[in-house]
């Protein structure tokens, strides 16, 4: 049978379609930075018309067709530390304690930004034809799972004298541990010369644990009309643990070959909301009085099974990209192969994220959950004060529509050997500053990135390293989250817990292997 090549029309409007049609979606998504995979973080994540190995099941599956079978190990090392500065509008501390004696210090960070976190990928493709690829994989997003901060921290007394005092950022987060995992089936198809056609079936995994504080009493006291806690003694922490063991998702796209050297492609990839449910602990008093010292009681109660339900909302997402490389001279091969075909490459990547889809973390508490502690504000050794954990405990996100760019390439030093790559990144602000928080950062962010690859006959070794550079955002102390509470009508607390800013940095090391059959 005899195969045309593409028209220059009809392959202009394949390639482009999906970044007409999903003018609505977004790039990366608030929670993550490019790009998972070691070959691709080497290049920013530059890598949608590349597309070169098997972790293009997800990241544009048409690349499957022309690929040799092969299977794909990678990992990635995360380092990553966020930090919240609290501050009024004057910008002084944020003070708290019976009246206002205690005021937080400068910032405060995650304990556990030393420690990195794995981010493992599992990926292999099967060669059905020249034409045709199948690929499987198992990954996550491109993002941390898990972060610690401090219960207290070193503040100081009006007057100078440090104390340790509850930690600033406990009413938008203590702690979490999260677990996601998207394995996956994808196929890729070569129907004409030069023109690809790809789409994946993702099967989402969730788990999400968090831990948050919660105050007592709504009202605080006022210092200079500036608002503070005066009660943290009253204090109790709620742990979660909710799961969603379906999480719908798909990616499709397009990879259209219209000379030699240049490549042109297209991505969109849609997950359904993480819609979890699980169980929940509230434990309390967590601070004394002062709060220095240990609480006068404690006491803990647990909802019914089953009872809690979280709803994340998780952005779709598109890229178009554009890719020049340079064929080797003499060769002339239908296997996607560049580290053998070509001399070098460079690609431009343009994204688009639709974050504003996630407004609020939404978590639905069951009704008649209370728990009593002691006051020890209260003379009678014998008194005690009752707190119900509200039925709505949605935490405000508020994250906007964001833009990026990923500018990444290879060099081959050596044939078939040796390649080294390096790439940038940058992504507009994807938060309204009044609403930050510290379990993510989506502010203005900038990366560098290099790696290579060693070839060793048909295994491939390969390394590579990303520092991201965060912005991070400022409300100039005049934020609009109200941290949660245990006192009706309103179950929140009358002040703001989240004025001031906020700041992170990831370092990010990845290694990986391939092997072609």
């Not at 639709?354 to 973390?361: G, P, R």
């Not at 491939?460 to 550079?469: G, I, K, N, Q, R």
Request: aromatic letters at 10%; a negative charge.
């Amino acid at each position: 049978m005899q195969v045309t090549r593409c028209p220059s029309v009809v392959c202009i409007a394949a390639a482009l379609s999906l970044a007409l049609v999903s003018s609505r979606t977004d790039a990366s998504t608030g929670y993550e930075f490019p790009e998972n995979g070691t070959e691709q973080l080497g290049r920013a994540g530059a890598w949608t018309a590349r597309a070169s190995n098997s972790l293009a099941t997800f990241f544009n599956p048409a690349g499957l067709a022309g690929q040799p079978s092969s299977l794909l190990l990678n990992s990635s090392l995360i380092w990553q530390k966020n930090c919240l500065k609290r501050t009024y509008p004057d910008g002084n501390p944020v003070r708290l304690g019976n009246g206002g004696a205690y005021q937080y210090p400068s910032e405060v960070c995650n304990d556990d930004s030393g420690t990195p976190f794995p981010n493992p990928q599992l990926a292999g493709v099967l060669r059905l034809s020249d034409r045709l690829g199948l690929g499987l994989a198992v990954l996550g997003p491109s993002t941390r799972g898990q972060f610690t901060f401090p219960s207290h921290v070193t503040g100081s007394r009006v007057g100078g004298v440090e104390r340790e005092v509850p930690s600033p950022q406990r009413y938008l987060l203590q702690s979490d541990e999260l677990l996601f995992i998207w394995p996956q089936i994808g196929i890729g198809w070569e129907p004409i010369d030069d023109l690809r056609f790809g789409a994946s079936l993702i099967w989402g995994i969730a788990r999400l644990k968090f831990s948050i504080l919660a105050a007592g009493r709504s009202a605080g006291e006022t210092i200079q009309n500036y608002p503070y806690l005066a009660e943290q003694y009253l204090d109790f922490q709620a742990d979660i643990d909710v799961k969603d063991l379906f999480v719908p998702g798909f990616t499709v796209g397009t990879l259209w070959s219209p000379s030699p050297n240049i490549d042109v492609a297209a991505w969109y990839h849609w997950m359904d909301d993480i819609r979890a449910k699980g169980d929940m602990a509230v434990e309390g008093s967590v601070y004394g009085d002062p709060p220095h010292q240990r609480p006068s009681s404690r006491n803990s109660v647990r909802a019914p099974k089953d009872s809690v339900q979280v709803v994340a909302p998780w952005p779709m997402q598109a890229r178009v990209g554009f890719r020049w490389h340079q064929p080797r001279d003499g060769i002339h091969s239908k296997m996607r192969d560049p580290i053998a075909n070509d001399v070098w490459d460079i690609e431009l990547d343009m994204t688009w994220a639709n974050n504003s889809h996630f407004k609020y973390l939404d978590a639905t508490m069951p009704d008649g959950v209370f728990l009593e502690v002691h006051n020890p504000a209260d003379p009678n050794p014998n008194s005690s004060v009752a707190f119900a954990m509200p039925t709505d405990a949605r935490v405000p996100h508020h994250w906007k529509d964001s833009f990026g760019f990923r500018l990444g390439g290879d060099y081959v030093m050596l044939p078939n050997r040796l390649a080294a790559r390096a790439g940038a990144f940058f992504d507009s602000e994807a938060q309204d500053p009044k609403y930050l928080n510290v379990d993510y950062v989506p502010s203005r962010k900038f990366g560098l990135h290099v790696g290579g690859t060693v070839r060793f006959g048909a295994l491939d070794l390969m390394v590579a390293y990303a520092h991201v550079f965060y912005q991070g955002l400022d409300n100039q102390g005049d934020g609009k989250t109200q941290g949660l509470a245990g006192a009706a009508p309103t179950y929140r607390t009358d002040y703001p817990v989240n004025g001031g800013s906020n700041r992170s940095v990831i370092n990010a090391l990845s290694f990986g292997a391939s092997h072609s059959f």
